[in-house]
């Protein structure tokens, strides 16, 4: 695929877009399939985008999961126009706006009051600033992906020592760890924010085990939904795995890729807004609003999730046989909806060289697969469309064999220290 106009116009950002210089694509610079991956898209339709070079991709990035009935779903996109034309920003709350939250309390699970605001790092952090003034302590516990605020940021660069001090953190899928941190701050946790999952699911009772020890210790369990919210189920993890968090943060595929969030749950807690300082200029702008609720009500008419679900199941059962085959050091993760390939070729370094052979060998197949996040299905996805897939992993998995990453086989690398 040709990629000319794309990498000349990524030259010209490098110069005066300081985001673009440090990211030049989706994926990382430091993960990059480097000359490969598009970096401007131009158009989006269904369950395909278009780079700026006219080469067509089949999407299972989808904007990192916030698209789930496709890329330009015309119920969603013409409520959104028609609110638009009524003029979406006036400052005032608008009727739109009661309706939505109404339709959020129908839907998840433990949700008595709800707000809503731009973007994910809003709502994580909402939820920390009421929990805190709630219970009147001051630590926090947070596990998984949670935003980019200080409290949470994956880079500790450019972040006080003493933003720090008061979070702590734990080992997913260990009961032990967590009641470690516990014991060693006794009645000063205010919250625990954790994604319900990431890649590798929870073990049984894992859940509700951390459902038990914070009710134990008078912690606040909130549950960040961003990604698994009208994913796993319509109402998310909790609805899944029939665990209740007191607080829920959501967004992503809450309005197919336009710009909302909302933090739901128990009332008592959200009613302690009067006393704190949360402010956000464009959270009553109503175009969002409007994508929100036509998807949300799209998702609860159809069989859409349902679709979905059957397409990710046959996609992993395929994936697994392929891998299964090859003898690659590859395990296929995570929800249906949302796969993934864990590589283990060893140490990290390694993995990323593997992914760069496999990777370039999909993407030149025309199917856009992130090597290092969650994949998504959306509701536009076809039967056709998972063929494509994995006769591209196919391409990819003959790849890493024509490269050399398959000559010892799994067996023979775990014996060499490699897996």
């Given amino acids: 695929m040709g990629l000319h106009r794309s990498f000349a116009l990524d030259g010209k950002a490098e110069r005066i877009d300081a985001l673009a210089a440090k990211r030049k694509n989706v994926i990382a610079s430091d993960q990059m399939v480097e000359g490969h991956y598009p970096v401007f898209a131009d158009r989006a339709h269904g369950a395909h985008f ?102 949470c940021a994956q880079w500790d660069h450019g972040i006080p020592a003493v933003s720090r001090a008061l979070v702590d953190t734990f080992t997913y899928n260990d009961l032990d760890s967590l009641r470690a941190v516990f014991e060693r701050h006794p009645g000063q946790i205010a919250c625990l924010v954790m994604m319900p999952f990431m890649v590798e699911r929870p073990a049984p009772g894992f859940l509700e085990g951390v459902r038990e020890l914070t009710r134990e210790h008078g912690t606040l369990l909130v549950f960040d939904e961003i990604r698994s919210g009208f994913r796993l189920a319509l109402g998310g993890a909790q609805e899944y795995y029939g665990v209740t968090a007191d607080l829920v943060t959501l967004s992503k595929a809450f309005a197919n890729g336009y710009a909302i969030s909302a933090l739901t749950g128990r009332a008592d807690v959200l009613r302690t807004l009067d006393t704190v300082h949360i402010s956000s200029t464009y959270y009553a702008n ?79 197949e025309g199917v856009f697969l992130h090597p290092n996040h969650h994949w998504f299905i959306s509701a536009a996805t076809t039967d056709d469309d998972i063929d494509t897939a994995v006769r591209a992993v196919r391409s990819g998995l003959k790849a890493l064999a024509a490269d050399g990453w398959l000559d010892e086989g799994p067996a023979r690398q775990k014996e060499h220290g490699a897996l």
């Fill in 50 to 151: 278009w780079d700026v070079d006219g080469n067509k991709y089949l999407d299972f990035f989808l904007s990192y999961g916030t698209v789930i009935l496709g890329h330009a779903d015309p119920d969603v996109d013409e409520a959104v126009v028609r609110e638009i034309r009524r003029g979406f920003a006036t400052g005032l709350m608008k009727p739109i706006q009661t309706e939505l939250i109404e339709e959020l309390l129908e839907i998840v699970p433990g949700a008595e009051m709800g707000m809503l605001l731009k973007t994910g790092s809003d709502a994580t952090a909402a939820a920390v600033r009421l929990s805190r003034a709630f219970t009147g302590r001051d630590r926090v516990v947070r596990w998984g992906y949670n935003g980019w605020h200080d409290w």
């Fill in 286 to 364: 109503a175009d969002a609003m409007a994508a929100a609720l036509a998807t949300v009500r799209k998702l609860r008419s159809g069989d859409h999730l349902r679709r979905i679900r059957q397409l990710g199941e046959r996609l992993q059962r395929e994936l697994g046989a392929l891998v299964a085959e090859s003898g690659a050091p590859i395990e296929v993760v995570g929800h249906p909806p949302m796969p993934f390939l864990d590589f283990g070729f060893g140490d990290e370094e390694r993995n990323q060289r593997a992914k760069r052979s496999f990777y370039a060998a999909t993407i030149a």
